[in-house]
């Protein structure tokens, strides 16, 4: 089997394992720790297939998800982001470089405006008295998806 299509199978499982966040954030607002725990367990098989299974690379990509999970867990402090927002940011970290986990972050905050006035205007037009609750793991799924799309796709990322 060639490197690219370990790559492929990695970032495929990556892949779906967002679409699940999707699906599952936005029927019951949860992120689920078996989701994220997938996508932590197959991040191993994608830097062997990108040739970043060093002790060096994959010391890098360790720092670069707990410097991500204590950033973001200043938003979760502040009830900004829920405890399974943070997780999902942190193991899609585990995945990529710190300029591409950056992106992560910028494309995060785009989908999450969208998709918060999306919610917002749906909360307003239903007239509903509860409390708004945004599927903010949306967002970070899009993000993460950006993310896979660019390496494909614009070879001038990462």
Avoid at 52 to 71: C, D, K, M, N
Avoid at 122 to 130: A, S
């Amino acid at each position: 089997m060639e490197y690219l299509d370990l790559e492929l199978i990695a970032l495929s499982g990556l892949a779906l394992g967002l679409f699940v966040s999707i699906y599952t954030d936005l029927k019951s607002r949860m992120l689920y720790n078996k989701v994220n725990i997938l996508i932590a367990i197959l991040a191993p098989l994608f830097w062997y297939a990108t040739g970043t299974f060093t002790l060096s690379a994959v010391g890098i990509h360790f720092l670069i998800a707990i410097a991500t999970f204590l950033f973001f867990c200043i938003f979760f402090a502040l009830g900004q982001m829920g405890g399974g927002d943070v997780k999902l940011l942190s193991v899609i970290a585990l995945w990529f470089s710190f300029q591409e986990v950056f992106n992560l972050a910028f494309y995060t905050a785009i989908y999450g405006a969208i998709v918060t006035i999306v919610f917002w205007l749906r909360h307003k037009l239903l007239k509903q008295k509860d409390k708004l609750r945004v599927p903010y793991g949306v967002a970070i799924a899009f993000a993460g998806l950006t993310i896979i799309g660019e390496r494909f796709f614009n070879h001038f990322s990462g």
